[in-house]
Nanobody, 121 residues
């Protein structure tokens, strides 16, 4: 019933920019923390950035100053503005959200299908 759909990935040259979007849809009561993860070939999935429903953000050190995470609470959307991209940023980027499907029920984590970001050097 809850779907997360990412968009905005693609191929970009080193130093370029991309903006990822994640939209939560379906039937639910509330969306809490949302986050972006990424997974490069042969590596574990890692947290890139997160944002709470109050707008509190956190970033992994390697993207601080280059990436910016934002969200639109009314549209249940989240964004990741990525600037000064490096080849090391190449990965599949995933959206994750903590969603409460009904009042009184505990929240669960949901994942999107991922969007490929490729940075050519």
């Amino acid at each position: 019933q809850v779907q997360l759909v990412e968009s905005g990935g693609g191929l970009v040259q080193s130093g370029g920019s991309l903006r990822l979007s994640c939209e939560a849809s379906g039937s639910f009561y509330a969306v809490y923390v949302m986050a972006w993860y990424r997974q490069a070939p042969g590596k574990q999935r890692e947290l890139v950035a997160s944002i709470s429903e109050s707008g509190l953000t956190e970033y992994r050190d390697s993207v601080k100053g280059r990436f910016a995470i934002t969200r639109n609470l009314f549209k249940y959307e989240m964004y990741l503005q990525m600037n000064s991209l490096h080849a090391e940023d190449t990965a599949v980027y995933y959206c994750r959200a903590s969603v409460q499907v009904a009042r009184g029920r505990r929240g669960n984590d949901y994942w999107g299908q991922g969007t490929q970001v490729t940075v050519s050097s």
